[in-house]
């Protein structure tokens, strides 16, 4: 009565252990503790079956050096007569099979080193072989008393013991692959979108302004212009944030059919609609722990804005055709180029929403309002065409950047990007030796007649001079010094070379105006 005892309370722990969280050593070692506590052996061995080998996993009773060594079933009779036998296998002391641990008892390590008992059973989970658990004993008659069932009983939780370990084991590396994932695809996305380029004062106010907000949790409202970099802001809140290492979601409200939108924002269970052929997890679900990136917020159809509402009031979402709600922790970053608040007033957008994603507004410049950074955007443009094209090196004729800084830029830094690249695709054809961007390669409205005869073209005798000319001059000069330093990394022969002119004659001018280098 008292033995049975025993074995319930070590089976009672066993059970409780499973559902306790603890590394798996250590689960592995409590429990061939229990089993070796109430049963009457020497030693006891739990060996995981991987690859067609026996990996012990812990052991009480045997020689440290079990656990660097590796049990071929095939050199090893007994422990293949266990693995194919479905109960356990009881082994006695006249056995001919050799014993796989003689020589390896702790508590005969000065006698013959000889195993007298030996009983083993097989591990299953859901019908795969899993290992063996083994028990050793000096005592020949040791196991006489010991029904299978408590080895069985024993065997069951510690097969359970081994999936349980295996599992979270198999969560832990899913969950840190996804985190690296996650930190590959930011990368990636710096690599091919780049970094907030510029140190004009709009530019560093919006760099203080992302840092103000991405160690929070606000939620962010980016607005701006198309083509002004909203996306390439919100990777950069998320990236400074504490959740970069989780996933960032995006999603194109301006590009969901409202037959789709919900079911791709909340998820939905399997026939919920027609094509609905399994459960599928909606955006919500997928960012959990990260960032969910709302773009074209605005374009959002009212019907589901009152939803959004409510997931981001409640942090809950409920999956179309389900009737259980979801419990989801999600930092929202939203974009739009509209005027929010005119739709409100509108009636287009929901006011409540409005205020729910209106926590931290950020408002990109569009390119007109920070000029001064044309010159470092069009050199760092000029790289990546670089790169793309296959070209050593790339070049702008010094007539070229006037144009471009006269330019007004409605499709702003991205439509700066994609004039740069067919420009450059078109001085390539012309003259692949050496790259030069001419004025006529930009395809720019303000551009007439070809490069020859806007270089032939004299100044117009009876225009009128505009009042204060010296210091319009010497104000664009400066524009222009600085742009060529700040592309060339301060270099004043490479800044010389693409402003075409001497490199003495360009210090000397950029002392007069001033400039430092």
């Not at 094509?275 to 990136?293: C, I, N, P, W, Y």
């Not at 970053?333 to 931290?360: K, M, P, Q, S, W």
Request: aromatic share 4%.
């Amino acid at each position: 009565m008292r033995f049975q005892k025993a074995i319930d309370r070590a089976l009672w722990q066993i059970a409780v252990d499973l559902s306790n969280t603890m590394p798996g050593e250590v689960q592995f070692q409590r429990l061939v503790s229990a089993i070796g506590s109430v049963l009457p052996c020497d030693a006891v061995s739990l060996l995981h079956l991987r690859d067609g080998q026996l990996i012990p996993m812990a052991s009480v009773g045997l020689a440290p050096d079990l656990m660097g060594r590796r049990f071929d079933p095939a050199a090893h009779p007994r422990l293949a007569a266990i693995l194919e036998a479905g109960n356990p296998v009881r082994f006695p002391a006249n056995s001919a099979l050799p014993d796989p641990f003689d020589g390896l008892m702790e508590i005969d390590r000065e006698g013959d080193g000889r195993v007298h008992a030996c009983l083993g059973c097989s591990l299953h989970v859901d019908r795969e072989l899993v290992g063996v658990l083994t028990l050793d004993a000096l005592d020949e008659h040791a196991f006489d008393e010991v029904q299978d069932a408590t080895i069985g009983a024993f065997a069951a939780l510690a097969a359970a013991t081994l999936r349980n370990v295996a599992l979270i084991r198999a969560l832990e590396q899913a969950s840190e692959r996804q985190r690296a994932i996650a930190r590959d695809l930011m990368q990636e996305a710096f690599r091919r979108e780049g970094n907030l380029i510029g140190n004009g004062r709009a530019m560093r106010q919006l760099r203080q302004e992302i840092a103000t907000v991405a160690a929070t949790d606000l939620a962010v409202l980016i607005t701006g212009e198309t083509g002004t970099g909203k996306e390439l802001v919100a990777r950069t809140v998320h990236a400074q944030s504490a959740r970069s290492e989780q996933a960032l979601v995006q999603i194109n409200c301006a590009a969901l059919p409202e037959s789709v939108a919900e079911s791709e924002l909340f998820g939905h269970r399997k026939g919920a609609f027609t094509g609905a052929v399994s459960d599928r997890a909606g955006k919500f679900e997928l960012a959990h722990g990260g960032t969910l990136f709302l773009d074209e917020i605005g374009e959002l159809p009212l019907s589901l804005q009152a939803k959004l509402l409510r997931a981001l009031q409640q942090g809950e979402i409920q999956r179309v055709g389900a009737d259980e709600v979801v419990r989801v922790d999600v930092r929202i970053i939203a974009a739009t180029n509209r005027d929010l608040y005119h739709e409100v007033e509108a009636g287009r957008f929901r006011g409540d929403l409005y205020h729910r994603l209106h926590v931290y507004p950020i408002a990109v410049p569009p390119l007109r309002e920070h000029r001064e950074d044309l010159a470092v955007l069009a050199g760092y443009f000029l790289d990546m065409a670089r790169h793309k094209l296959g070209i050593e090196r790339i070049d702008l004729h010094p007539q070229t950047f006037p144009v471009l800084a006269a330019y007004d830029w409605p499709g702003n830094v991205r439509e700066l990007e994609h004039l740069l690249l067919r420009a450059s695709l078109k001085a390539t054809q012309r003259e692949p030796a050496r790259v030069v961007i001419r004025p006529d390669d930009l395809g720019l409205p303000a551009v007439t007649g070809t490069f020859d005869t806007i270089a032939a073209q004299p100044p117009a005798a009876s225009a009128p001079m505009p009042v204060g000319l010296r210091e319009a001059v010497d104000g664009y000069q400066s524009r222009l010094i600085v742009g060529a330093l700040s592309a060339c990394s301060g270099n004043w022969t490479q800044a010389a070379k693409q402003l075409g002119v001497d490199r003495a004659n360009l210090q000397r001018l950029a002392r007069r105006l001033g400039i430092k280098g």
